[in-house]
Structures are given as structure tokens and as C-alpha cells.
């Protein structure tokens, strides 16, 4: 499983990006789906996820009511609405991919990264 982020840029404090991960291969149904970011000096931390059907998602509480992951199995591709940006959400971008787990809310949980995706946030 490739994984490719896209989307990422600089935007001012309040603004909104939309990042995108496109997956190669056949089997994108079958994996639950993550975005985790780590920003300069701190250790890679969780954000979002969402189930291998999409009818299920959970984000960490700094970005709930701002962040919305969803995923499009037809497409191969999840994404991950921003919106409300802040300074402190600056940060590199990773999605992931995890075939089985139970939270899902650590990076060793899961099997495939992505490159990652620059994120930053004037203020």
C-alpha cells in the first residue's frame, strides 16, 4: 500500500485546508484510515480516524468541532477538512493506514505512512 498526502500549504490563523490521501492498490476497504502530525521538537501525536467503512470516526479533543476525516472507498482516498485553523496545528501531516487495531491511536498501530504534507498556520 502506497499512501501520497496532498494539500497542504501556509494559511492564516482561522482559514481552512483540505488534505487528501490517495492509496494505490485494490484493497483501500480494507484498512482503517489515520491522520497523525508532528510538529518541530515533539513526537508524532494522533488526530483523526475513521473506520474501513467510513461509518465511524474519532479525533483527538484539541481538533474536534474544527476537523472532519472522511473517506471515499470508490476513490481510494481519505481526506481531512480543517477548518478554524490555529497557530499551535502547524505541523507535518501524515495519513496512515492500519489493517486491525483497537484505538488506533498510536503510530505503532499502524502498517503503512505516508510521506507527509507540510501544514503551517500564521498568526
Known amino acids: 500500500v502506497q499512501l501520497v498526502e496532498s494539500g497542504g500549504g501556509l494559511v492564516r490563523a482561522g482559514g481552512s485546508l483540505r488534505l487528501s490521501c490517495a492509496s494505490s492498490g485494490r484493497t483501500f476497504s480494507s484498512y482503517f484510515m489515520g491522520w497523525f502530525r508532528q510538529a518541530p521538537g515533539k513526537e508524532r501525536e494522533f488526530v483523526a480516524a475513521?473506520?474501513?467503512?467510513?461509518?465511524?470516526?474519532w479525533s483527538t479533543d484539541s481538533v474536534k468541532g474544527r476537523f472532519t476525516i472522511s473517506r471515499d472507498n470508490a476513490k481510494n482516498t481519505v481526506d481531512l477538512q480543517m477548518n478554524s485553523l490555529k497557530p499551535e496545528d502547524t505541523a507535518v501531516y501524515y495519513c496512515a493506514a492500519a489493517a486491525a487495531g483497537s484505538k488506533l491511536l498510536l503510530p505503532q498501530e499502524y502498517d503503512y505512512w505516508g510521506q507527509g504534507t507540510q501544514v503551517t498556520v500564521s498568526s
Open positions: 475513521i473506520s474501513k467503512s467510513g461509518g465511524s470516526t
